[in-house]
Every structure is written in C-alpha cells, then in structure tokens.
C-alpha cells in the first residue's frame, strides 16, 4: 500500500558531495518516523541517520558533520545531504519509513516500508 522510492546515488570522487532522496507513495495517511540505512558489500546493514515526523534527528558517529538529513512532510519525502565523502561510505543506501493508513472502513494499518536502495560509490 506504501511504497518508498530512493535517487539520487551515483559515483563521485572523494571529498564530493551527493544528495540522496526518498519519496512514499500510496495510501498514506501519515508518516512517521523515517531513516536512512546503508549496506557495504560483506557488511551488516546499519543506520547512517534518523528523522521524527517534527524534525529530530540522530546520526551515526561516522557521518557527524558531514551528512544531513532533513524531510519535507508536505511531499512525503526525506533527504540526505552527503558531503566530504569518502571511500568508506561507499554502499547501498537504503531508505525506511513508518507509516499510518486508514482502510475505508476506518481502521488504522500500521506498517514499515523499505525502498529498493540506491548506490553510492566514492572513488579514491
């Protein structure tokens, strides 16, 4: 019924700069919270950064100061602004949501989506 759709990924060089986005489609009644994961090759996935729907935000060690991650509620869209990137940020990057639908006889359908993921290669 949710649907999550990344681009944005692409190859740059080191110290380049991406912006990634994430937009949902479908029956949404509201989004919630909304993350970006990624996944190098040989490696578990893991969170690169958060967003609540009122705009807070937490990010991994690794990508303090370099990433941000912002959303606009209206488009049911998230970002991540990637710069002064690195060879070791090179992965699939992924995006998940929280969302909240009504049937049509009024019930609340809660679920997590995920997209399909979009690549990130930094070169050195």
């Known amino acids: 019924q949710v649907q999550l759709v990344e681009s944005g990924g692409g190859l740059v060089q080191t110290g380049g700069s991406l912006r990634l986005s994430c937009a949902a489609s479908?029956?949404?009644?509201?989004?919630?919270?909304m993350a970006w994961f990624s996944q190098a090759p040989g490696k578990q996935r893991e969170l690169v950064a958060a967003i609540t729907s009122g705009g807070s935000t937490n990010y991994a060690d690794s990508v303090k100061g370099r990433f941000t991650i912002s959303r606009d509620n209206a488009k049911n869209t998230m970002y991540l602004q990637m710069n002064s990137l690195k060879p070791e940020d090179t992965a699939v990057y992924s995006c998940n949501a929280d969302y909240i639908y009504y049937t049509d006889t009024g019930e609340p359908v809660v679920g997590r989506t995920w997209g399909q993921g979009t690549q990130v290669t930094v070169s050195s």
């Open positions: 479908g029956r949404i009644s509201r989004i919630n919270d």
